[in-house]
């Protein structure tokens, strides 16, 4: 569609895109605290169980620890940290989503804690909503858009912005 067409099409105003120009997305439902987000099957390469954690001194606090997944040391993540939320513990639903995100051009591997892995499933861009800048406890350039799955919201995270 070029330029003329695309500024001539009336947009969506929950989504802000053009009416029937649905995008699809497959994602990998995770829980983190109360909340639930949607991380893009792109960037996941395996979940895996807890594995025992190397503390680093000086680290970033969200990226406090290195763990060794099949013999490859990686970054672990806690997203609730960055997006200032409350510890938690490690309990039988804990997993570590180990992605593949590009950062300032590179490839990065890293594991992101997740106090839950639900499902692989698909959002639509029909449900996406705007993230509010009231209100939220997250900042607005970590999520890409937030959605709807199952009836509850689900955040779609800007990971690069998040990690980087």
């Known amino acids: 569609m070029n330029q003329a067409q695309t500024q001539a099409t009336p947009r969506d105003a929950s989504s802000g895109l053009p009416p029937g120009n649905e995008t699809r997305l497959q994602v990998l439902m ?19 169980d807890p594995v025992p954690v190397t503390r680093v001194a000086g680290a970033r606090s969200f990226l406090p620890a290195l763990i060794n997944v099949r013999g490859n040391v990686i970054p672990l993540a806690d997203l609730r940290i960055r997006f200032g939320m409350q510890k938690t513990q490690a309990t039988a639903d804990t ?36 993230t509010p800048r009231l209100g939220a406890h997250w900042k607005p350039e970590f999520i890409r858009f937030i959605t709807k799955w199952n009836e509850e919201f689900v955040i779609v995270p800007e990971m690069a912005r998040i990690l980087g």
């Open 95 to 130: 997993r570590i989503v180990v992605v593949e995100v590009e950062i300032d051009g590179d490839p990065v591997t890293l594991g992101l804690l997740a106090d839950k892995v639900f499902e692989v499933t698909e959002v639509s861009s029909r449900q996406m909503q705007q």
């Open 30 to 48: 995770v829980g983190l605290g109360n909340e639930i987000f949607a991380i893009e099957t792109d960037m996941v390469r395996e979940i895996i």
